[in-house]
């Protein structure tokens, strides 16, 4: 059974701060870097040329792996949830998680915007659980919570790993999980690695998703470039983690991918690199 996944991240749809209640210390510094670098990086046009580009191929579903906003505020939710809305025409299809810059700051109690603008793409339970096929499920997680000012780091709650142990041992021996996750578990070689900017507890989460066979795919972004790494198991199928970060930002010099096509044939697995000319 043949099925296509398309996976996108980090779109970070951006606005300022109006209100005086949208303008603490964390939103003005953000701010201030999106003035002088994320907006000239993520021109809204690029993020239109990539919903048209998703619209004309060929995919069963479709995955957003966190970061959708810059600040959190509502305005970037509202236009986000605008300029996908082609994409999003059946929440079965489409899977969205959070990442850091969605939850960028302590919201007022009761109102997540993730929650109001995406929460019909994630769920009401611990996990949010996409059967793709008979033999393809995929698992999203929500590990974004706000930090201080200079955190943008993130948590698995043990809460989420107990909710995946017992989804995975509810299906067949045969079946295959697709973990989408918003941070990354492994880096580029002389990467400079940052503990204030990734899983707190990414050793012990990656070292679980390792002893789990079942699960053979990690899909994330937070970092923006795009990668697809391999991660072997003892006798049994390795782990492949897809980074698919940045998708509508301006290419960079040598980039050559924006997000991933991902086909699934039987339980076998092929990546296809996508560059958003
Ligand atoms: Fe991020």
Same mark, same amino acid.
């Given at each position: 059974?043949?099925?296509?996944?398309?996976?996108?991240?980090?779109?970070?749809?951006?606005?300022?701060?109006?209100?005086?209640?949208?303008?603490?210390?964390?939103?003005?510094?953000?701010?201030?870097?999106?003035?002088?670098?994320?907006?000239?990086?993520?021109?809204?046009?690029?993020?239109?040329?990539?919903?048209?580009?998703?619209?004309?191929?060929?995919?069963?579903?479709? #995955?957003?792996?966190?970061?959708?906003?810059?600040?959190?505020?509502?305005?970037?939710?509202?236009?986000?949830?605008?300029?996908?809305?082609?994409?999003?025409?059946?929440?079965?299809? #489409?899977?969205?998680?959070?990442?850091?810059?969605?939850?960028?700051?302590?919201?007022?109690?009761?109102?997540?915007?993730?929650?109001?603008?995406?929460?019909?793409?994630?769920?009401?339970?611990?996990?949010?659980?996409?059967?793709?096929?008979?033999?393809?499920?995929?698992?999203?997680?929500?590990?974004?919570?706000?930090?201080?000012?200079?955190?943008?780091?993130?948590?698995?709650?043990?809460?989420?790993?107990?909710?995946?142990?017992?989804?995975?041992?509810?299906?067949?021996?045969?079946?295959?999980?697709?973990?989408?996750?918003?941070?990354?578990?492994?880096?580029?070689?002389?990467?400079?690695?940052?503990?204030?900017?990734?899983?707190?507890?990414?050793?012990?989460?990656?070292?679980?998703?390792?002893?789990?066979?079942?699960?053979?795919?990690?899909?994330?972004?937070?970092?923006?470039?795009?990668?697809?790494?391999?991660?072997?198991?003892?006798?049994?199928?390795?782990?492949?983690? #897809?980074?698919?970060?940045?998708?509508?930002?301006?290419?960079?010099?040598?980039?050559?991918?924006?997000?991933?096509?991902?086909?699934?044939?039987?339980?076998?697995?092929?990546?296809?690199?996508?560059?958003?000319?």
């Amino acid at each position: 059974m043949r099925a296509t996944i398309i996976h996108i991240s980090d779109l970070h749809f951006h606005s300022y701060p109006q209100k005086f209640s949208e303008c603490n210390a964390k939103r003005i510094l953000g701010a201030t870097n999106l003035l002088v670098r994320r907006a000239r990086e993520f021109p809204l046009k690029r993020a239109k040329l990539l919903v048209e580009r998703i619209q004309k191929m060929d995919w069963d579903h479709l #995955v957003i792996s966190g970061d959708i906003t810059q600040l959190s505020l509502e305005r970037e939710f509202s236009l986000a949830r605008e300029v996908l809305g082609p994409l999003l025409k059946n929440d079965q299809r #489409v899977t969205v998680i959070p990442g850091n810059h969605d939850r960028y700051v302590n919201q007022q109690h009761g109102t997540d915007l993730f929650t109001k603008y995406f929460g019909e793409f994630f769920g009401t339970n611990e996990v949010h659980v996409s059967k793709i096929n008979q033999e393809w499920v995929i698992v999203g997680w929500d590990s974004a919570h706000p930090n201080d000012w200079r955190t943008a780091a993130g948590t698995v709650k043990s809460s989420t790993i107990r909710a995946t142990e017992k989804l995975i041992h509810s299906f067949s021996d045969q079946t295959n999980f697709i973990v989408v996750n918003h941070f990354p578990l492994t880096f580029p070689e002389d990467w400079k690695f940052d503990r204030f900017h990734e899983l707190y507890n990414l050793v012990p989460v990656r070292n679980w998703i390792l002893q789990n066979p079942p699960i053979r795919l990690y899909l994330h972004g937070h970092i923006h470039l795009n990668w697809c790494h391999r991660l072997p198991r003892d006798s049994a199928p390795e782990l492949l983690l #897809v980074n698919s970060a940045a998708s509508c930002s301006k290419l960079h010099t040598g980039q050559s991918s924006s997000f991933h096509q991902i086909v699934l044939e039987d339980s076998n697995v092929k990546v296809n690199p996508i560059l958003l000319n």
